[in-house]
């Protein structure tokens, strides 16, 4: 009897996940525990292993979908079976566009568009209607809340077609579809990796989405670098990192601007309860950033093993779905790159992220007026402008700035 084959949810936020490689092809014999497909969920690829044994029978989506969690994605049977009528009708439906059933009364539909000017819509209806060249601006949603769902896409789309060529929309078309580029013999031609599809569907949306603002503030880290030297001689086991350090003192800062430790939905934002800090690492392929969960609650030592597991595992394509999702702030640390500073893109649903530069011995004017050398760090914090105003994201980079500047100010 034939089998059908899910996406999984492999995470708690997962909502859909990219079809990357099949590994097995229709016909192929499976048996329990092969590797039928990879899989990329924000940025994190994984295998899924089939559950049954048997032929594979068809493969409903294919490479470069993006496939809603439970949604069908192929179909596992005995050698030989045929696949009822109505079972691929159901397997396309969950992928591919179908024509949408006869109503037997109208729905209403809501307007997708907030007050705020925000559409509406489900991550899969995005991605259609940008491939289809359909502009969401106009229409309406047949899901919970007016929301704007893949069948309301197609129903545009096909409106589109049945119009006069005179009436479409050009523009939209033209924003849908990517420029082409002329190459030359000597050009090297790559495709986008999934891990590359997902980050740039990411930052585009993340940036359009929300309205960045993003403060900086030069710091002197000398009392920083002399207690990260102090806990590195004084611990054989085990070596403190900067970003370990910020961590703990972002954190801990935290609590002091909950606000700042806080998600934005659709007509609300949530202050979480739980400090989880990002840790953006970077590999070959682009950027995954693992999480270490109640930071505000872990000694330094126990935050510097985790980060560093976490990091380990991120390298080796290796981390869970859990040790990736969940963070409500996130650090992204490139003085290691010898960068000075940067504007950090906001990693949504937080609000807010810091972007570290690099330590530079320079010289400043002390409190005696006096020219000294200090080791001084420039801060970046981007914030979500509609959760969070300026002038509390300037008092939480102050509070952040004393930490570093005075580590024992975090005991006060």
Known sequence: MAKEVIMPQ???????????????????????????????????SSEIESEVEGVLLKIVAQEGEDIPVKGLIAIIGEEGEKIDEPAAHKAAEAVKVVEAAPKTAEEPKILAVTETGRIKASP??????????????????SGTGGRIIQKDVYEAAENQKSQPAVQRSEPAKSQATTPEVQTVSADIVKPLTNMRKVIGKRMQSNKQTAPHVTITTEVNVDKTVALRSKLNAKNSDVRF?????????????????????SSITEDSFIIHDKVNIGVAVALDEGLIV??????????????????????????ANTLLPDEMSGATFTISNLGGYDIDGFTPVINL???????????????IVNENDEIVPASMMVLSLSFDHRV????????????LKGYMEDPDNMYV
């Open 10 to 44: 492999l995470g708690l936020t997962m909502e859909e996940g990219t079809i990357g490689k099949w590994i097995k092809q229709e016909g192929d014999k499976v048996n329990v525990g092969d590797v039928l497909v990879e899989i990329t969920t924000d940025k994190l």
């Open 124 to 141: 899969l209806a995005k991605k259609t209607a940008a491939d289809l060249g359909v502009d969401l601006t106009g229409l309406s949603g």
């Open 241 to 261: 990192s900067y970003t370990d350090i910020l961590i703990k003192m972002s954190a801990t800062a935290l609590r002091s601007y909950p606000i700042m430790n």
């Open 290 to 315: 693992p999480v270490v969960s109640d930071a505000d609650r872990k000694g330094l030592k126990a935050i510097t093993a985790e980060t560093k597991e976490l990091i380990a595992k991120a390298r």
């Open 349 to 363: 649903p937080e609000c807010a992220i810091l972007g570290v530069g690099r330590i530079v011995r320079k010289p």
């Open 388 to 399: 969070v105003d300026g002038a509390t994201a300037a008092e939480f980079l102050k509070k």
